[in-house]
């Protein structure tokens, strides 16, 4: 099989469908058709091969498949190849996620503009949304708490989304942060990381009426 490649783009190359009893190997061989340049046996499925290789310049590299020790070969060793890109471009980064007390106790609102898939461009996967009581950047990232409920999937690139982060602390200062994920696992850049008080539940705007007493003479 010939793969006609383009420099700094990633390729999946992985087998599949594999017939009773066949083990693959991929082989990736150089332009030169000769220096072996990547293989793999069992990364994929069960028997299957699956090799992630990005090519270093632009040509024809040269895909071969052989069975493994002791696989079936030769006209009862079915399997099907195919190769495709690697999506290796992260959702874009949220820069506008915004904090605010919430009507209930424990609640913060956050509301922020969705990324696309790719940049921009298209739909992310799916949400991380973590809080802490200090401002959320890379280095703490890992430290801050996950939220597990009421988290939205992800809308299309420019959509305005929320939800309401439940479970806080009535009256205590939280910071937030966002990053999205496409299904290829590619994660964004964290937000930005506002903060807001979480609401106390109190009643606010009520009167005290004092009753006046009469008293006749």
Known sequence: ????????????IESSSLAEGVDTIIELYNVDGVTLVGSDDNGGEG????????????GLYYIRVVPAAG???????????????ADITPPGAITDLSASTG????????TWTAPGDDGDTGTAS???????????????????????????????????QSMTVTGL???????????????????SAISNSPSAM?????????RVYVPTVWKGG
């Open 126 to 160: 799916s949400y991380l949304v973590r809080y802490s009581g200090a401002a959320i950047t890379e280095a703490n990232w890992a430290s801050a708490t996950p939220v597990t409920t009421g988290v939205p999937a992800p809308a299309s690139a420019g959509t305005s």
């Open 71 to 85: 696989s079936a070969y030769g006209c009862s060793a079915a399997y099907a190849l195919t190769v495709a890109t």
């Open 198 to 206: 979480a609401g106390d539940g109190g009643v606010s705007g009520f």
């Open 1 to 12: 099989f010939i793969l006609e490649a383009t420099a700094g783009t990633e390729y999946v």
């Open 103 to 110: 009507a209930a106790s424990g609640t913060v609102d956050l």
């Open 47 to 58: 028997n299957a091969s699956r090799l992630v290789w990005g090519a270093p310049g632009d």
């Open 169 to 187: 602390t009535p009256g205590q200062t939280y910071y937030f942060a966002v990053k999205a994920q496409d299904e290829a696992g590619n994660t």
